[in-house]
């Protein structure tokens, strides 16, 4: 059995462990969490795995195959890094680091120790994601200009998600996933990014901002839109994407009933409208894959380069605002 331990279990740590067991190849052999009051619960859900508040403490005395951190975001980097140099594989949750330089030395130590680190980006399997790429494939929308997507996602939560430091930015949590599948989608080289950023008036500089846009400039000419606000009282589009032959748009549903619809025009002048079915959802796939890749050596699904350019986005957008919102090069 690969042995497994996860770091942080407050909040979305319990679904990673669930898909550790799930599995059928991974033992959860040590969970850590710095707050005491988890322990309780770790006896009683997973008896057979030891409980540590010291991350540290825990690559010391047990022999792991696999961590995975589902901690603040300002502590992938340490934690990767300390658990990479004990030999231990890592996911990390995205977003991979709240800075590029973050990522980079993360990708480094990887390299260094010979283990994989690899980011969960497992959006990259969602029923709409996986339906709009089918769409990208066919060619459908020919040469594409625009793709956008937003979501009312609100910067000021009561926890360490609300604060810049631990969270990165507005755009870090939901902007992560939404950056990684622009990027797929426009299949393209990024040549700049911009970026604006805005606080409302009672919001305190330590916090989120409360809305936060980039725009991300590809080499084919494309331009993709990312938004997150909490300041918008309509939830935008998931996806609006346009191209020389039509445009797919599609609204934000969670199950894997949805349809993408795709409005055309016809070679024969006028316009049609396709609909298309989301894929059905794979939510153990992510985790089936780590065990595939220790198992088989078979690729991982997310390469830590590919998590990385991410971060080079979101990075990007803010030294854009930073000098006033003009569009700057990728580091």
Not at 63 to 91: F, R
Not at 121 to 139: I, Q, S, T
Not at 160 to 188: E, Y
Not at 216 to 241: E, H, K, M, W
Request: aromatic share 10%.
């Amino acid at each position: 059995m690969i042995q497994s331990a996860v770091i942080g279990v407050g909040g979305i740590g319990k679904e990673h462990l669930s898909y550790m067991k799930g599995s059928g190849q991974m033992q959860v052999r040590a969970i850590c969490d710095a707050n005491e009051q988890w322990r309780t619960w770790a006896r009683q859900e997973y008896p057979e795995a030891a409980f540590y508040t010291d991350a540290q403490a825990m690559f010391a005395k047990e022999k792991l195959d696999l961590v995975t951190l589902a901690c603040p975001h300002n502590l992938h980097a340490p934690l990767a890094i300390a658990a990479l140099k004990a030999g231990v594989n890592v996911i990390t949750e995205k977003p991979m680091a709240t800075t590029y330089a973050e990522a980079r030395a993360m990708i480094a130590a990887s390299q260094a120790a010979g283990k994989f680190l690899t980011v969960y980006h497992n959006r990259r399997l969602d029923p709409w994601f996986l339906a709009a790429m089918d769409v990208m494939r066919a060619g459908w929308l020919g040469d594409l200009y625009e793709l956008n997507t937003g979501i009312i996602y609100g910067g000021r939560w009561e926890s360490w998600r609300g604060f810049k430091k631990s969270n990165g930015g507005i755009l870090f949590d939901w902007g992560a996933h939404q950056v990684d599948w622009m990027l797929h989608l426009a299949g393209s080289e990024v040549k700049a990014v911009s970026g604006f950023f805005r606080r409302g008036p009672r919001t305190e500089p330590e916090r989120n901002e409360d809305f936060g846009t980039l725009r991300i400039y590809f080499a084919s000419g494309a331009i993709a839109n990312v938004t997150n606000t909490g300041l918008d009282c309509v939830q935008p589009l998931r996806y609006r994407i346009t191209g020389a032959n039509g445009t797919l748009v599609d609204e934000w549903q969670f199950d894997d009933k949805g349809k993408l619809k795709v409005h055309l025009r016809l070679p024969a002048g006028g316009k049609g409208t396709l609909e298309v079915d989301y894929h059905k959802a794979q939510k153990q796939a992510y985790y089936d894959n780590i065990a595939a890749h220790l198992r088989e050596g078979k690729p991982l699904l997310v390469s830590a380069e590919s998590a990385a350019q991410v971060i080079n986005v979101l990075c990007a957008a803010h030294r854009s605002h930073d000098q006033g919102g003009v569009p700057v090069p990728l580091e």
